[in-house]
């Protein structure tokens, strides 16, 4: 049974009195305005605070487990520390709240705004952020395993040493953002926008040889389309499937020992060093590659067109190709190409 | 084999089927079929035709069908060329350099192991399938 009703708080809000540490189970009190009270180590579990104006007010260690608490304005609340297992934050607006070590395991947060909050340490496994503006977040350390994260904006976002394994970011904006030591294992990161993303383990900036992008080991990526700029580097020990990839002219892309790119085609101008697997789809799977190195325990299976000038081809020993060899069209469409690897008489 | 081998030199043509037990060295150009232990094969030599070899180490010329244990290869694979071996080599050219090697329309089919065309799960390992002396499933 709780402490206190909803008029008991209305009346103790209004005298100055304290409410920290009340028993406040199933408080009912949407649209309340409660801007500033504190609620500190108050059990809430299961209250009912829909659209509630809660700006400024201090949920420290509070329970919120369950609470319903949809369409509430929490901006720049301290929800440090409190457990809010279950609650439903749908459009909730927790613009610069402060969320460091709270518990918001499988929490409902779709389209709700956490712009500038901070969630370092939080617990967000299996949450609801669809759709959520997250940018400029501070959510480094946090759990965000099996989250769906999608189409939410992570714009400058701090994900740094954060927990991604397993969540949904299909189409996410990640923008800017910080995946230093992210574990990402599991991810979906289908269209997502990782454009100036900074991370070692996902993608990261290196001065002026541009941008170098790493694919990590154990991440899947499936029926993705992706271009990589002239001058760029790319590096995959994940899977790829089902995916296609353009290349600027002097790409450096290397599919890793760990690396498995199946059902894939590449197109460009690029330099390509298989540790891993490449398997194509539809022939050619590799077309107009400057330099193509298969290494000792890397394989190939796959049509390769070359470009008109050919390609520089390397073959390690203990590479495996099932591999065909193509001649790209000519360019002008009028006289025998010069090289000399002409037609067999 | 005392370091002996069969040399065809430069200016030298020859046509049909060779077998030997010796190692071959082409300078000239050989059209037909060959057999033989090892096959070398000079930048100025060219070599058209089915050729079973245990090694094959060429500089020149090829087209036709090559099957060998061993191939290194440079300088320039005609159309229409196929080349099975358990292992093969090419050394990447500087990327300023002139090419190592020049192919044409060809097929590659290298190593013991047969690769699968579906790769389902990267935690999925497949064991490769048997395969006979010739490599073939």
Same mark, same amino acid.
């Not at chain 1, 504190?38 to 919120?64: H, P």
């Not at chain 1, 409902?108 to 299996?126: E, P």
């Not at chain 1, 714009?155 to 995946?179: F, V």
């Given at each position: 049974?709780?402490?206190?009703?909803? =008029?008991?708080?209305?009346?103790?809000?209004?005298?100055?009195?304290?409410?920290?540490?009340?028993?406040?189970? /199933?408080?009912?009190?949407?649209?309340?305005?409660?801007?500033?009270?504190?609620?500190?180590?108050?059990?809430?579990?299961?209250?009912?605070?829909?659209?509630?104006?809660?700006?400024?007010?201090?949920?420290?260690?509070?329970?919120?487990?369950?609470?319903?608490?949809? /369409?509430?304005?929490?901006?720049?609340?301290?929800?440090?520390?409190?457990?809010?297992?279950?609650?439903?934050?749908?459009?909730?607006?927790?613009?610069?709240?402060?969320?460091?070590?709270?518990?918001?395991?499988?929490?409902?947060?779709?389209?709700?705004?956490?712009?500038?909050?901070?969630?370092?340490?939080?617990?967000?496994?299996? %949450?609801?952020?669809?759709?959520?503006?997250?940018?400029?977040?501070?959510?480094?350390?946090?759990?965000?395993?099996?989250?769906?994260?999608?189409?939410?904006?992570?714009? =400058?976002?701090?994900?740094?040493?954060? =927990?991604?394994?397993?969540?949904?970011? +299909?189409?996410?904006?990640?923008?800017?953002?910080?995946?230093?030591?992210?574990?990402?294992?599991? %991810?979906?990161?289908?269209?997502?926008?990782?454009?100036?993303?900074?991370?070692?383990?996902?993608?990261?900036?290196?001065?002026? +040889?541009?941008?170098?992008?790493?694919?990590?080991?154990? =991440?899947?990526?499936?029926?993705?389309? *992706?271009?990589?700029?002239?001058?760029?580097?790319?590096?995959?020990?994940?899977?790829? +499937?089902?995916?296609?990839?353009? *290349?600027?002219?002097?790409?450096?892309?290397?599919?890793?020992?760990?690396?498995?790119?199946?059902?894939?085609?590449?197109?460009?101008?690029?330099?390509?060093?298989?540790?891993?697997?490449?398997? +194509?789809?539809?022939?050619?799977?590799?077309?107009?590659?400057?330099?193509?190195?298969?290494?000792?325990?890397?394989?190939?299976?796959?049509?390769?067109?070359?470009?008109?000038?050919?390609?520089?081809?390397?073959?390690?020993?203990?590479?495996?190709?099932?591999?065909?060899?193509?001649?790209?069209?000519?360019?002008?469409?009028?006289?025998?190409?010069?090289?000399?690897?002409?037609?067999?008489? | 084999?005392? @370091?002996?081998?069969?040399?065809?030199?430069? @200016?030298?043509?020859?046509?049909?089927?060779?077998?030997?037990?010796?190692?071959?060295?082409?300078?000239?150009?050989?059209?037909?079929?060959?057999?033989?232990?090892?096959?070398?094969?000079?930048?100025?030599?060219?070599?058209?035709?089915?050729?079973?070899?245990?090694?094959?180490?060429?500089?020149?010329?090829?087209?036709?069908?090559?099957?060998?244990?061993?191939?290194?290869?440079?300088?320039?694979?005609?159309?229409?060329?196929?080349?099975?071996?358990?292992?093969?080599?090419?050394?990447?050219?500087?990327?300023? @350099?002139?090419?190592?090697?020049?192919?044409?329309?060809?097929?590659?089919?290298? @190593?013991?192991?047969?690769?699968?065309?579906?790769?389902?799960?990267?935690?999925?390992?497949?064991?490769?399938?048997?395969?006979?002396?010739?490599?073939?499933?």
């Amino acid at each position: 049974m709780a402490d206190l009703t909803a =008029d008991a708080v209305l009346r103790k809000i209004k005298t100055g009195e304290k409410v920290e540490r009340a028993d406040l189970r /199933g408080l009912a009190m949407p649209k309340a305005l409660l801007e500033g009270v504190s609620f500190r180590r108050c059990d809430l579990d299961g209250a009912n605070l829909e659209g509630a104006r809660l700006a400024k007010a201090l949920f420290n260690n509070a329970s919120l487990r369950e609470a319903f608490l949809a /369409g509430a304005d929490m901006r720049e609340a301290n929800l440090d520390g409190a457990d809010l297992e279950g609650a439903n934050l749908q459009g909730a607006i927790l613009v610069g709240a402060n969320l460091n070590r709270a518990n918001l395991e499988g929490a409902n947060l779709q389209g709700a705004d956490l712009s500038g909050a901070r969630l370092t340490h939080t617990q967000l496994v299996a %949450a609801k952020l669809g759709g959520a503006n997250l940018t400029g977040a501070n959510l480094s350390r946090a759990d965000l395993s099996e989250a769906d994260l999608s189409t939410a904006k992570l714009i =400058d976002a701090n994900l740094e040493s954060a =927990d991604l394994s397993g969540a949904n970011l +299909e189409e996410a904006n990640l923008l800017n953002a910080n995946l230093r030591d992210a574990r990402t294992q599991g %991810a979906n990161l289908k269209n997502a926008n990782l454009t100036g993303a900074d991370a070692p383990g996902l993608v990261k900036k290196e001065g002026t +040889e541009g941008l170098k992008r790493y694919f990590g080991k154990g =991440d899947v990526l499936r029926n993705a389309h *992706l271009e990589f700029d002239s001058g760029a580097s790319v590096e995959i020990e994940s899977l790829f +499937e089902q995916c296609t990839i353009a *290349l600027g002219e002097g790409t450096e892309f290397v599919v890793g020992k760990s690396g498995t790119l199946s059902g894939c085609q590449i197109r460009g101008a690029g330099r390509i060093t298989i540790h891993g697997k490449f398997v +194509e789809k539809e022939s050619p799977g590799i077309t107009g590659a400057t330099q193509l190195v298969v290494t000792s325990g890397g394989s190939l299976i796959g049509a390769v067109e070359q470009p008109a000038d050919y390609t520089r081809f390397g073959f390690e020993p203990g590479c495996i190709l099932r591999m065909k060899i193509q001649q790209g069209k000519k360019k002008d469409g009028g006289a025998e190409r010069s090289g000399k690897a002409g037609r067999q008489r | 084999m005392n @370091g002996r081998k069969t040399l065809v030199e430069e @200016g030298t043509q020859f046509k049909g089927s060779m077998t030997s037990d010796c190692p071959i060295e082409v300078k000239g150009r050989i059209e037909g079929d060959l057999s033989a232990p090892s096959l070398q094969v000079s930048p100025s030599g060219a070599v058209h035709g089915k050729v079973k070899v245990g090694a094959i180490q060429s500089q020149g010329e090829l087209a036709g069908e090559f099957d060998a244990d061993t191939v290194q290869l440079s300088g320039t694979v005609k159309d229409n060329t196929v080349i099975r071996a358990k292992s093969l080599e090419v050394k990447l050219a500087p990327a300023n @350099g002139k090419m190592q090697v020049i192919f044409g329309e060809c097929q590659l089919e290298v @190593g013991n192991e047969q690769p699968t065309k579906e790769i389902a799960k990267p935690a999925s390992v497949r064991p490769p399938e048997p395969v006979d002396a010739n490599g073939t499933p």
